[in-house]
């Protein structure tokens, strides 16, 4: 995988409507869906620094709990309920990141990150998990199945803790790989190579 790029979630774990807080190397990150497109930004909504992981998705927008300000989907203000009538400026933006959906994993670029690497599309997801560990020896990991193969993809929350991505690729057992990233994940705690 590119280094530019990394999976932070399952994209069947954002669906339309909905915020999600992630920790990514200790920056603090809200996915959020609208209209069917994922959004990346950086938990904080410009006027008072509120999380925007606590607000909420209305009419394509995120909407900030504290004082409701309304943010579109290109990270600029566009509604401020306190005056309805004000013409927002647009340097008014919330911090967004580049955000790709492939191989059924919602992923986050550094600025000016490249084009992400191509995975098939059709992926059947499976589950995250938190691991405790420093971590994982590769980006992708693969482990045949009966009809299929499970792929686990991986990010570092902050120093001691990852989150494993799962989806499989072909027809295998959901609860068999989901079966196997566990184990994964008690092999990782208990310092034994996975």
Same mark, same amino acid.
């Given at each position: 995988?590119?280094s530019?790029?990394t !999976?932070i979630? &399952?994209?069947? %774990?954002?669906?339309?409507?909905?915020?999600? *807080?992630?920790c @990514?190397?200790?920056?603090? &990150?809200?996915i959020?869906?609208?209209?069917?497109e *994922?959004?990346v930004?950086e938990d904080?909504?410009?006027?008072?620094?509120?999380? @925007?992981?606590?607000?909420?998705?209305? %009419?394509g927008a995120?909407?900030?709990l504290?004082?409701g300000? /309304?943010y579109?989907?290109?990270?600029s203000?566009v509604r401020? !309920?306190?005056?309805?009538?004000?013409?927002?400026?647009?340097? #008014?933006?919330?911090n $967004?990141?580049?955000?790709?959906?492939?191989?059924? @994993? #919602? +992923?986050?670029?550094k600025q000016?990150?490249g084009?992400?690497? $191509? &995975?098939?599309?059709?992926?059947?997801?499976?589950l995250?998990?938190?691991v405790?560990?420093?971590?994982?020896?590769? /980006?992708?990991l693969?482990?045949?199945l009966?009809?299929?193969?499970l792929?686990?993809? +991986?990010?570092?929350? =902050? !120093?001691?803790k990852?989150?494993l991505?799962?989806v499989i =690729?072909?027809?295998a %057992?959901?609860?068999? *790989?989901?079966? @196997?990233m566990? /184990?994964?994940r008690? /092999?990782?705690?208990?310092?034994?190579?996975a």
């Amino acid at each position: 995988m590119s280094s530019d790029w990394t !999976p932070i979630a &399952l994209s069947r %774990d954002v669906p339309d409507g909905v915020t999600r *807080a992630v920790c @990514l190397e200790g920056s603090e &990150l809200v996915i959020w869906r609208g209209a069917g497109e *994922a959004h990346v930004w950086e938990d904080r909504c410009p006027h008072r620094g509120m999380r @925007l992981s606590l607000g909420f998705v209305r %009419d394509g927008a995120l909407n900030c709990l504290y004082h409701g300000w /309304q943010y579109g989907a290109s990270s600029s203000c566009v509604r401020i !309920p306190a005056h309805p009538d004000l013409i927002v400026p647009p340097t #008014i933006k919330a911090n $967004a990141y580049p955000t790709r959906e492939a191989g059924g @994993l #919602i +992923w986050v670029g550094k600025q000016g990150a490249g084009a992400l690497p $191509a &995975l098939p599309a059709t992926r059947t997801p499976v589950l995250s998990l938190a691991v405790a560990t420093d971590g994982v020896e590769a /980006q992708g990991l693969m482990r045949d199945l009966d009809g299929g193969r499970l792929h686990v993809f +991986w990010h570092r929350v =902050e !120093p001691g803790k990852v989150m494993l991505h799962g989806v499989i =690729e072909g027809s295998a %057992d959901v609860s068999r *790989a989901a079966a @196997l990233m566990r /184990q994964m994940r008690t /092999q990782y705690e208990e310092g034994v190579a996975a």
